[in-house]
């Protein structure tokens, strides 16, 4: 059943609204009717029956020689037909109708007698006929159906549409004044989970939604500060880390052991890639602007320094328009995947591009050891090494981590799977910005 609704708050507020209208003025109608039932037809009996009465009254009261004269009178003052009844009549019978045609009805049978007959057409012409005996004789007489049918009920039901309408009206209005803020916090949400500052919410409208909006702008502006003041303590250290490094160095050249002097030196080495990476996640370049860009080329250029570190590194890249990237950011996602891909990927790599209509779809493969399936959501998160073969024991466990921030900046992801046959598959999915 909810898989029938739609999405949007915007949509299920106003069908819920409209489902309420609907339903009040159904109910409203149905009780307006049986109300008016009952009324209108006991007004359209005595109508009826004063007339039959009335006419009766004024032909028996007549002298035989002025019947006709009176009968005419009556057709072009009052608008009413009284005729004697024909065996040759062509009669349309008055059908039952609405509720309140059946009632008036039976109450003219009442007081005029079980053999009153009724016909909406006689002999072509149309109104309300209604039968009478003066002795032996069978009359008709014939009522314009405007005297008994009043338009009140078109006018209501007129009236009826214009207020559905101006409802539904107010509907749409009063579902949008609440579901317009949450989709522009909603929006705002996924910016920030995106790795972005989303402009600041307007703090206006009903109280809980100005203090909604007010929350939320403090909490990204919070965050915003958190970060800033992250990336200048990792920059600060990593900076500060450098010199002493380089003395280290130093004296591991001045060393006279051979051994002391190689294995200070790895250890130095290592601790600098450390070190950059921690440079690289403060410093992710989210300033860097979009531009046209040869994503293919780029492919090419960022994994040319990788193919001698290979056994065999594939390229399987289909034309793509150029489209806006940063394309420093791009490529430096790209160098750590293939740094990732050459420590653990047993020597095979794949360097795949695809796309459709709306997404691109950039995959490194390899055939290492893999990563276990509930520890791929993990191994994206800053300073996570993984208790696995692919772990890196003396890694910062940020390699992952700037892809994924690096994807974010994009408005995409990255996406970790195991390859058919074993190994890992990073993706990298963005959004077609051409």
């Not at 028996?60 to 065996?87: C, D, H, K, Q, Y």
């Not at 207020?163 to 107010?170: E, Q």
């Not at 979009?290 to 293919?296: H, I, N, Q």
């Amino acid at each position: 059943m909810t898989s029938l609704l739609p999405k949007t708050l915007l949509a299920r507020s106003f069908l819920l609204i409209v489902a309420l209208i609907v339903l009040s003025l159904t109910t409203l109608l149905f009780v307006f009717r049986q109300a008016e039932q009952e009324p209108r037809s006991q007004q359209m009996a005595q109508l009826v029956v004063s007339v039959v009465n009335l006419t009766r009254a004024a032909v028996l009261s007549a002298a035989p020689e002025w019947r006709g004269a009176l009968l005419a009178e009556l057709r072009e003052a009052e608008g009413m037909r009284v005729e004697m009844a024909e065996a040759d009549d062509v009669l349309t019978l008055l059908e039952e109708g609405p509720p309140e045609v059946a009632l008036m009805k039976q109450k003219v049978r009442a007081e005029l007698g079980p053999d009153t007959n009724f016909a909406a057409i006689r002999n072509g012409v149309d109104a309300l006929w209604v039968s009478f005996r003066i002795g032996p004789d069978e009359f008709w007489v014939a009522l314009p159906r405007e005297r008994i049918e009043h338009p009140v009920s078109h006018i209501l039901l007129m009236w009826g549409v214009v207020t559905l309408l101006l409802a539904l009206l107010g509907a749409y209005l009063i579902a949008r004044q609440v579901a317009y803020p949450l989709k522009r916090l909603s929006e705002a949400a996924q910016q920030v989970g995106h790795g972005q500052t989303p402009p600041p919410l307007p703090e206006e409208g009903s109280h809980e939604i100005a203090t909604v909006s007010r929350a939320f702008n403090q909490m990204s502006a919070d965050l915003e500060a958190n970060e800033r003041e992250r990336a200048m303590v990792l920059a600060g250290i990593s900076h500060d880390l450098r010199t002493p490094l380089a003395r280290v160095r130093l004296a591991a050249e001045l060393s006279a052991d051979a051994s002391l002097r190689d294995g200070l030196s790895a250890d130095v080495t290592q601790m600098d890639e450390i070190i950059q990476q921690f440079l690289d996640y403060a410093r992710l370049d989210t300033q860097e602007s979009s531009v046209p860009t040869d994503v293919s080329a780029l492919i090419r250029d960022a994994a040319q320094p990788y193919a001698h570190l290979s056994k065999s590194l594939t390229l399987d890249l289909r034309p793509l328009p150029a489209q806006n990237v940063r394309p420093l950011l791009l490529k430096r996602a790209l160098s750590n995947l293939l740094d990732n891909a050459v420590k653990y990927g047993g020597g095979e790599i794949v360097i795949g591009l695809r796309h459709d209509e709306h997404s691109l779809e950039i995959t490194v493969s390899d055939r290492g050891g893999g990563i276990h399936a509930g520890q791929l959501d993990a191994a994206k998160r800053p300073f996570v090494r993984l208790e696995s073969a692919r772990s890196d024991a003396v890694g910062s466990g940020l390699g992952l981590a700037i892809v994924e921030r690096a994807a974010q900046i994009h408005q995409g992801r990255l996406v970790l799977s195991q390859r058919e046959g074993g190994g890992l598959v990073a993706t990298l999915r963005l959004p077609l910005l051409t």
